[in-house]
């Protein structure tokens, strides 16, 4: 409950979002025709990345997040490197109401992961003989509402 002006009411609990541990649940990384994918090119590789975000409840309070994400480079269709990453945290949200937590552990929850698992991709490429992948920053908001919408379109759908 608020008292209308979004903040709550005078003696009721804040709400808080807390880190419990962060995490590399998976990691891969292919470089499967080496030596020869590390030549010079004379086009930069087509570069594909895809996100995931997906949330458990693990107890009273306390959510895994894990961010996926999974990513490919191709030069003249020959693959020069894959990765794949899950990179999950615990978080423990309380004193938020119950229609305010898919938003804050699907946006904010991913949001504070995604700088580790940025780092992790772009060190992993980068060992693997590459110039460091900067993955650039990424919509949450964007996603969740794409996934809400697409809910709300599977649940309108006569069967």
Same mark, same amino acid.
Not at 72 to 96: P, Q, S, T
Not at 97 to 124: D, W
């Given at each position: 409950? %608020?008292?209308?002006?979004?903040? /709550? ?10 880190? #419990?541990?962060?995490?590399?649940? $998976?990691?891969?990384?292919?470089? /499967?025709?080496? /030596? ?24 009273? $309070? ?5 961010? %996926?994400?999974?990513?490919?480079? +191709? ?25 305010? #937590?898919?938003? #804050?552990?699907?946006? +904010?929850?991913?949001?504070? #992961? ?8 772009? %060190? ?6 590459? /110039?460091?992948?900067?993955? $650039? ?23």
């Amino acid at each position: 409950m %608020t008292n209308g002006n979004g903040t /709550p009411p005078e003696g009721a609990p804040s709400p808080q979002l807390n880190v #419990l541990a962060q995490y590399t649940k $998976d990691l891969s990384f292919e470089n /499967p025709n080496a /030596p020869s994918s590390l030549a010079p090119q004379q086009k930069p590789p087509s570069i594909s990345v895809q996100i995931n975000v997906n949330a458990n409840n693990v107890a009273q $309070d306390e959510f895994e997040v894990t961010l %996926t994400v999974e990513g490919k480079a +191709e030069h003249n269709d020959k693959l020069m490197f894959r990765f794949e990453l899950a990179y999950a945290g615990l978080f423990r949200i309380v004193n938020v109401p119950q229609e305010n #937590l898919p938003p #804050l552990v699907m946006i +904010e929850c991913p949001r504070l #992961l995604f700088p580790f698992a940025r780092e992790i991709i772009a %060190t992993a490429v980068r060992d693997g003989g590459f /110039p460091p992948l900067m993955l $650039d920053p990424v919509d949450f908001v964007g996603m969740f509402r794409q996934n809400m919408e697409r809910q709300a379109a599977v649940q309108q759908k006569p069967s």
